[in-house]
């Protein structure tokens, strides 16, 4: 057997097992909302995305420790210039 075919045995008996039902509640939930999309975006936050992907692609970004270390210097400027 697979272990896709495991894992779906092994939920299906812990499912039938339990008798929690806010689980059972939540994992209704989670299946009903995978079946829709969870997440509908505007045309702008579309472009946005597409042009993140593209400025990935070309290089043009920074590091999240750089970003990061940039963000701490000018915290740490303007906590001395009060």
């Not at 299946?31 to 505007?42: A, G, K, R």
């Not at 043009?60 to 963000?71: H, P, R, T, V």
């Amino acid at each position: 057997m697979d272990i896709s075919a495991n894992i779906k045995n092994n939920l299906i008996s812990r499912i039938q097992q339990t008798k929690d039902l806010d689980l059972l509640k939540s994992l209704q939930m989670f299946f009903d909302s995978s079946e829709n999309s969870l997440f509908e975006l505007s045309n702008k936050q579309s472009n946005s995305i597409e042009i993140g992907r593209n400025e990935i692609e070309k290089g043009d970004f920074i590091e999240n420790d750089q970003a990061i270390s940039e963000l701490m210097a000018d915290y740490c400027q303007l906590n001395t210039e009060y």
